[in-house]
């Protein structure tokens, strides 16, 4: 009798419900000794429907948490230079404690200047050179959402890292990149791959940890998959479909993050927790 093994979903949306349980908690003790809760900054600009609906989802999941959040919508035809002004005024101002800057922000945008011109102490979404040199260098600081969600995960299901095989997709600034770094700090055996990668098959195969970022549907095929692999797909595309191929990779993966309902609400969870990291440290409010 041949059985059909399935892989253990690695679900983020309950570990994600407990984060922002805490970060509830820890907004309201925040709220309750300075008499300020914490304020989350939203800018956008350009109305493109994606952005918008994250945008109104992080503002939401604020709303729950405790966490006042102040939006900034800028018209699609904003310069560089205006943008950056807007950014200087919010990280200059007390009242807010964490900036997002939703992006991608249109071609005409310099966006690694745009990043830059957010405090690194508000930057909650770890973009800036600052984050991502803290990252690399295994220093606290504020990490880079989407790969803070990954590794949280990795905790959540108690994959360790270390000493394992692990092959990041995808190498862009704000996900592939600083995941590697991230399980290079874990202590993780890093390959990186990207679009100019000869054989990436070759390389998944290899793979104990599969991060797939990459932003192309089904490329990561359940064949390349070793068997019992732990795989995470960063990756959303039109229609709810992920980067991996699900239905075949979890035949042979060990445990395998669902999209949606796997990264996706970890991503948020990691923001919103630095938000109020980032006002209680603004706030001289020191952990119990
Ligand atoms: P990105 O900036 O477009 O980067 C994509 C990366 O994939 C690049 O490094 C690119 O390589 C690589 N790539 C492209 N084609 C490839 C191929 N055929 N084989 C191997 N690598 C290839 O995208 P991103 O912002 O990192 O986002 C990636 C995906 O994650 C998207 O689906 C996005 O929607 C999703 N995402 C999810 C969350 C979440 O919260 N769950 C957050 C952010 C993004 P090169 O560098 O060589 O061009």
Request: proline letters at 6%; aromatic letters at 4%.
């Amino acid at each position: 009798m041949s059985s059909i093994r399935t892989a253990r979903l690695m679900d983020g949306t309950a570990p994600a419900r407990r984060m922002l349980g805490e970060t509830a908690a820890a907004a309201a003790e925040i709220t309750r000794r300075t008499g300020t809760a914490p304020c989350l900054a939203t800018v956008l600009v350009g109305e493109d429907p994606a952005s918008v609906t994250y945008v109104r989802m992080k503002r939401a999941r604020c709303q729950k948490a405790g966490i006042r959040s102040r939006h900034i919508a800028l018209p699609a035809a904003t310069t560089t230079a205006e943008l950056i002004g807007t950014l200087a005024g919010l990280s200059a101002d007390p009242d807010v404690h964490g900036i997002l800057l939703q992006h991608p922000c249109g071609p005409h945008i310099d966006e690694r200047a745009a990043f830059e011109a957010i405090d690194a102490a508000k930057d909650v979404d770890g973009v800036t050179m600052r984050s991502f040199a803290a990252m690399g260098f295994g220093l606290p600081g504020f990490v880079s959402c989407t790969p803070g969600g990954i590794m949280r995960l990795l905790e959540e299901y108690d994959v360790d890292p270390a000493g394992k095989h692990a092959v990041v997709v995808g190498r862009s600034a704000i996900l592939g990149r600083p995941a590697g770094m991230l399980l290079l700090a874990r202590d993780a055996t890093v390959t990186y791959c990207h679009a100019r990668t000869a054989d990436l098959s070759a390389h998944v195969r290899e793979a104990d940890i599969v991060v797939a970022a990459v932003g192309r549907p089904r490329l990561i095929r359940g064949e390349d998959v070793k068997p019992g692999a732990v795989v995470i797909d960063a990756g959303y595309n039109a229609g709810n479909v992920g980067d991996v191929d699900f239905d075949t990779a979890r035949e042979r993966a060990g445990l395998i993050t669902p999209v949606p309902g796997g990264v996706g609400p970890m991503t948020i969870a990691v923001l919103l927790a630095q938000t109020v990291q980032a006002a209680a440290h603004q706030l001289g409010v020191r952990e119990r």
